[in-house]
């Protein structure tokens, strides 16, 4: 018997042997697709259509290529890409490919491997950060894997991303991507009340003394921002207000994060520093986040700076925020609330909203002058000839000077005659 198990074990070496040589694609082959960038190249031509002219025959070449790869060589494909930033490969062919062949349970342990390998190239480390975060994603939400493994590899993963956001000798870029999809992973369990507080507390510790670190990378701190958005942690709120508060100490990309995780859960406290933003910042890529939050919130008190500011910039993103809370200036004209009437109108007139003239009839009579004149005005810019005609029905007892001013022009359009009035001293002087 002993010497039977010795055969056995001498000939170990042999079979393994004999085996790479029957199957080069077993183990790392010297001569495998591992190092050929002639086959690299040669994908790189069927994606750019320089061998094919069909995008479906394109797309069937690609495929049908990384298909015959063994794992190995696909990562290896996958790096050579990343190196070269040959994204369109990466993109429609070789991530394809690892959906297919793993699905929602990959290699974990093996691509931990290369995602915490610092040598290896940061686009290659995000394709395969990104893809072991879906692949948990898609897990979580389909139910179609086993809850034991899924448990192992969510806790595996999130375990990962956490040491490489707080490693500050990694590149930023990767720490941040990390820390986006951490954040996104929890948010399943924040949505499906799967998340304990006292995990929520611990993972919300970690994004927070990332954000509270003076010296760190301002990517690495927007992105545990947003992180902390996901995660609905509102211990943030203090910090991300003193953030846009005092935003000539920060960066754009933080002030941008963190006016956006403040509109996302409807900071009405948020309102007056943002609207700081709008008026004083040079930054226009902080004026567009500011805006595009205020609309976000929605409050009363974000229309007047954003009217103020309509056309700062020349930047279009008042208008399309002033849009988008169009039913809060109409629920504002319908209640006829003094208080935000002026700017209310102005909005209306700034984005044209035809829908709301009748409400703007409503007010023409209005005992405040500012109110009268701006709501002609808006009709007068927006309206059709039967709403100018309804302003002049209505506006017969008029005698203010400045409105029959206006009210002049709107018969001049109409094609009448003007009818002079006596005009009293106090009204000239009103």
């Known amino acids: 018997m002993m010497s039977i198990r010795k055969v056995d074990i001498f000939r170990i070496p042999l079979i393994l042997l004999f085996l790479l040589l029957l199957c080069p694609s077993f183990g790392y082959a010297e001569n495998s697709t591992f190092g050929n960038k002639e086959q690299l190249n040669k994908l790189n031509e069927y994606l750019e259509g320089k061998t094919i002219s069909s995008d479906q025959e394109k797309q069937a070449q690609i495929n049908n290529y990384l298909k015959n790869l063994n794992n190995s060589d696909l990562l290896?494909?996958?790096?050579?890409?990343?190196e070269k930033e040959l994204i369109g490969l990466i993109s429609y062919g070789i991530t394809g490919e690892l959906k297919r062949r793993w699905g929602n349970n990959p290699p974990v342990t093996t691509f931990i491997k290369e995602i915490t390998n610092k040598t290896k190239h940061r686009i290659y480390r995000e394709v395969l950060i990104d893809y072991l975060s879906r692949s948990v994603k898609v897990a979580v939400r389909e139910g179609n894997l086993d809850k034991k493994i899924l448990e192992i590899n969510k806790a595996t993963t999130l375990k990962t991303f956490e040491a490489i956001a707080k490693d500050e000798r990694d590149n930023n870029k990767i720490r941040g991507r990390a820390l986006s999809e951490m954040g996104a992973i929890l948010l399943?369990?924040?949505?499906?009340?799967?998340?304990p507080l006292n995990k929520k507390e611990e993972y919300g510790n970690v994004f927070l003394s990332l954000l509270e670190n003076e010296k760190e990378d301002s990517f690495v701190k927007g992105r545990a921002i947003k992180a902390l958005r996901m995660i609905h942690d509102t211990r943030a709120i203090p910090a991300?207000?003193?953030?846009i508060t005092d935003y000539s100490?920060?960066?754009p990309f933080v002030i941008r994060s963190a006016s956006i995780a403040l509109a996302k859960i409807k900071e009405i406290n948020a309102v007056v520093p943002l609207s700081a933003l709008l008026y004083e910042t040079k930054d226009e890529s902080v004026f567009n986040t500011a805006a595009y939050a205020?609309?976000?919130i929605e409050s009363k008190n974000s229309i007047k700076p954003l009217v103020d500011n309509f056309k700062r910039?020349?930047?279009?993103?008042?208008?399309?925020t002033l849009r988008d809370i169009k039913d809060l200036l109409i629920d504002i004209l319908n209640k006829n609330e003094e208080t935000y009437l002026i700017e209310a109108i102005q909005g209306i007139s700034l984005i044209n909203q035809v829908d709301a003239i009748p409400l703007l009839l409503n007010l023409v009579n209005s005992p405040n002058y500012e109110i009268r004149y701006l709501s002609i005005q808006a009709i007068y810019k927006i309206g059709k000839i039967t709403d100018l005609e309804n302003v002049l029905n209505l506006t017969t007892k008029e005698d203010n000077p400045v409105i029959l001013e206006l009210l002049t022009q709107i018969k001049k359009k109409l094609g009448r005659k003007p009818v002079e009035k006596k005009i009293s001293k106090e009204k000239v002087n009103e």
């Open 76 to 82: 290896e494909i996958l790096e050579q890409a990343s």
């Open 188 to 195: 399943l369990d924040v949505e499906r009340n799967n998340l």
């Open 240 to 243: 991300l207000i003193n953030i």
């Open 249 to 251: 100490n920060q960066q």
């Open 294 to 296: 205020l609309g976000l």
């Open 313 to 320: 910039f020349d930047s279009r993103i008042c208008e399309f």
